[in-house]
């Protein structure tokens, strides 16, 4: 994070990024535009911001304001007259309203998770370059039927919104790959928020948290803190992870939890064993196994430049054989998921911890997963239709990184091309892809 008095005495001069996040602004500095030949990042998220100045439009070369956190109700007007401007991230403001002049003309990746939306202008769909929409946590009870002409619309974040039924032009956009939409009042026979109608799945035991002794931190994901634990009782070590109890850019974290019940065992899923009860703040939780050791992370998640795309170590290569291993494993966990009415959601290759040396894989991070409806068989092959999508990208980012690649796997690769289709009604089900690639 910078300082405003080092951007005061010049030391900035020449960045391409500006952090001045929680720094106590009720305006921009005005010694902000002297970056203004170099500046392309500009965070001032955690402030008492809630305008930005008529002159923003003097940062010629801005492409990303990050605003999160300041009590904005209306998207400033003046970052549509920003020309450069691709990402815009207001979350957990309250925002109550967007115009159709907020929004750059060279717009891909829009933020909005957490604020208080009812509505979004028309003019949304016609952001030709739009790739990524996160508006988790809003009161949205419908979308602009504009963004049925968003061919290049990647990824829709809609989870805990108030919509009532889905458009028919949702599920045929041809680049949709990753898409949550849980606790969403939608009428479907089952048991997720928002009106669902049915029973919740079964539950799991519960453990509580006076029994637990923290044994280090682990990691951190969008919706909690993953921790070490040992159970005083019989001294075993398992993961906890610790639901930060706020909506998150996938959804809300009891979602998380009861999909990751409803999935059930598989030996390619992380799956909690138990819930968590008794946290003094109230937090939510869930107990999984240790990941064995040995397992990381395949891929990093996307950057401001890619989007929507995760980000491999440029060392990262496979031989054919793990690989293939990797690959079947990760299908064989999505077949599981398809065939118990959920999809995850968020098939990416940061939610995959696999072993480099024997390519066996776990998928983990339930958070943007959705229920399928049982009634409605059409659109839960439409639903899983898309999640194929991201399958088919998953398996063209591991083949690129396989010597060789289309020549030693030729099934890889047709499994891959048949994913990749662009009408999602002829993609194969998840089911054919693993298929294929035995």
């Known amino acids: ?61 801005l492409k990303v304001v990050f605003c999160s956190g300041n009590p904005f109700e209306v998207l400033p007007e003046v970052l549509g007259d920003c020309p450069a401007l691709e990402m815009v991230g207001f979350k957990a403001c309250r925002l109550r309203h967007v115009p159709a002049a907020s929004l750059p003309p060279s717009l891909r990746w829009l933020t909005l998770t957490d604020n208080v939306l009812t509505t979004l202008p028309p003019q949304l769909g016609e952001r030709p370059a739009l790739q990524k929409l996160m508006l988790a946590g809003n009161r949205l009870t419908g979308l602009p039927d504009s963004l049925a002409g968003a061919q290049r619309l990647e990824l829709i974040r809609l989870s805990a919104n108030r919509l009532t039924r889905l458009p028919a032009w949702l599920t045929e956009l041809p680049g949709l790959a990753w898409l949550a939409l849980s606790g969403n009042p939608l009428g479907w026979e089952d048991w997720e928020g928002g009106g669902g109608k049915g029973n919740p799945p079964a539950t799991l035991p519960a453990v509580q948290w006076s029994s637990l002794q923290l044994d280090g ?49 598989h030996a390619n899923l992380c799956t909690p064993t138990a819930t968590l009860a008794g946290h003094p703040d109230g937090l939510a ?92 068989a059409p659109l839960a092959r439409a639903l899983r239709a898309h999640e194929v999508l991201a399958l088919g990208h998953l398996l063209t980012e591991v083949l690129a990184r396989v010597e060789g690649g289309d020549t030693v796997l030729p099934n890889v690769a047709a499994c891959a091309r048949a994913c990749q289709t662009p009408k999602p009604a002829h993609r194969p089900t998840a089911t054919d892809v693993l298929a294929g690639l035995a």
């Open 1 to 61: 994070m910078h300082t405003l008095e080092s951007l005061r005495s010049g030391a900035l001069t020449g960045v391409t990024r500006l952090d001045l996040n929680g720094a106590g602004l009720t305006s921009l500095p005005p010694e902000v535009f002297a970056l203004a030949d170099t500046l392309e990042v500009l965070n001032l998220s955690d402030n008492q911001l809630d305008r930005l100045p008529h002159d923003l439009p003097r940062l010629h070369r």
């Open 217 to 265: 931190w682990l990691g951190e994901g969008a919706s909690g803190h993953i921790y070490r634990v040992r159970v005083a009782a019989d001294h075993r070590l398992w993961a906890l992870k610790l639901f930060k109890g706020a909506v998150t850019s996938d959804g809300l974290p009891e979602h998380e939890l009861a999909a990751s019940v409803a999935a059930g065992p």
């Open 285 to 376: 939780g869930m107990l999984l196994p240790l990941v064995p050791t040995g397992f990381q992370p395949l891929a990093g998640p996307p950057s401001l430049s890619s989007c929507t795309r995760d980000v491999y170590a440029p060392s990262a290569s496979f031989s054919p054989e793990v690989a293939l291993q990797l690959l079947r494993q990760v299908a064989a966990a999505v077949v599981h998921l398809h065939a118990h009415g959920l999809v995850h959601g968020d098939l990416y290759a940061h939610n995959i911890l696999w072993h480099p040396e024997t390519g066996d894989a776990l998928l983990s991070d339930m958070g943007a997963a959705t229920v399928l409806p049982t009634a409605d």
